[in-house]
């Protein structure tokens, strides 16, 4: 079940891969693209997407969908068609969610 976080803090380090693209959509790449941190050209745009979502965790909603997956939506109009989603490390990351007792 996705759960709405009530706080978010991780590493640099500790994001594995970020996601950037449709939302309602498989994840096999071909609705969005894929930017892994163990690749070199992929560092920077990681770096900015992170930054942009932190930015925006004041003023939407991040969602868990597993306690380390993380997914904002990231669309103007506030449709789920565009999203950010944040991989970090499985064995790290337990994530308080407001929906857990």
């Known amino acids: 079940m996705n759960e709405v ?3 978010i803090e991780f590493l640099m380090d500790d994001v594995e891969k970020i996601y950037i693209g449709k939302g309602d959509h498989c994840r096999c790449g ?3 693209e894929y930017y892994n941190n163990n690749v070199a050209v ?3 745009k990681i770096q900015r997407a992170v930054k942009k979502f932190l930015k925006l965790t004041s ?3 991040v969602i868990s969908i597993k306690d380390y997956i993380l997914e904002m939506n990231v669309s103007k109009n506030g449709e789920r068609d565009w999203v950010y989603t944040i991989y970090l490390n499985e064995d790290k990351y337990k994530i308080e969610s ?3 007792g």
Do not use: F
Request: with cysteine; hydrophobic share 15%.
């Open 42 to 44: 992929d560092k920077a």
């Open 98 to 100: 407001t929906n857990k």
């Open 30 to 32: 071909c609705g969005g």
């Open 5 to 7: 976080l009530k706080e």
């Open 59 to 61: 003023e939407r909603d």
